[in-house]
C-alpha cells in the first residue's frame, strides 16, 4: 500500500497541520505580552488545540497497536512501526511542551494580575482631597476603556467559537477515518477466519478420498485399477471445477 494510500499517513498529515497551526498560534502568544485581552484568547485556543491533537495522537498510536499484531497483513515492516512510533512520541512531546510553556504562562499572569489588583486596592485607600478633578476624568477614561475591552472580549469570543467549530470538524472527520479503520480491520479478519475454515473443510475431503481410493485400488486388479484412475482424473476435475472456478 503507498504512503497516499494508506489511512496512517493520511491522518498523519492532518495531525501535522494541526501541529503547524498550533506552533504558529504558539508563536504569536510569545510575541504577546501588552494586550491581554489578546493573550487570553490565544491562551485558551492553545490549551483546546493541544488537548484536540493529544486525542488525535493517541487514536493513532491504537492504529500502530492494532498492525503491530500482524505487520505482513498490512503491508508493513518492523522498520515501518517503529518509525510510526517515533513520530507519534515526537508530536506528543511537541504539542506537550507548547501546553506546559501555555499553562506556566498562564498561572504567571494570574498572579502578575492579582498584584496590580491589591496595589490599586492600595493607592484607593490614600487621601485624595487634591486631586478630585484628576480622579473624575480618570474614571471616566477607565470606564472608556471597560467599554471598549468589553467589545473586545465579545469580538474575540465569537472568533473563537468559529475556531473551535473549525476544530470541531477536523476532529470528527479524523475520528470517521478512525472508525473506517476499524471496520475495514474486522471485515478482513472475518474473511481471513472464514477462508481458514474453508480450507480445512477441503482438504479433509480430500483425504478422506484419498484413502477410499488407496484401499479399492488394493482390491482391484490391473483392469479396475485402470477404471479407477480414470475415474479419479475425472473425478478431480470435477472437484477442481467446483473449489476454483465457483
Known sequence: MSSAQDPFYIVKEEIQESIDKLQSTFHQWERISSDPGEQVHLTKELLAG???????????DKTIAVAARDPSWYGIDEVELEKRRRWTSTARTRVGNVKKAVVAGKEANVSGT???????????RMPNTHQTDRMNQYTQDNDD?????SDRQLLLMKQQDEDLDELSASVERIGGVGLTIHEELLAQEKV???????????SN??????????MVMKKAGAKGQIMM???????????FVLVFLT
Do not use: H, P, Y
Request: glycine share 4%; hydrophobic share 50%.
Open 50 to 60: 493541544c488537548e484536540s491533537i493529544e486525542w488525535q495522537v493517541d487514536e493513532l
Open 114 to 124: 492579582t498584584s496590580v489588583n491589591g496595589m490599586r486596592r492600595e493607592l484607593m
Open 145 to 149: 476603556f471597560i467599554q471598549s475591552e
Open 192 to 202: 481471513i477466519d472464514d477462508l481458514g475454515m474453508e480450507m480445512d473443510s477441503t
Open 205 to 214: 475431503r480430500l483425504d478422506f478420498i484419498q484413502k477410499r481410493v488407496a
Open 229 to 239: 484412475i480414470l475415474f479419479l482424473i475425472v473425478l478431480f476435475i470435477i472437484l
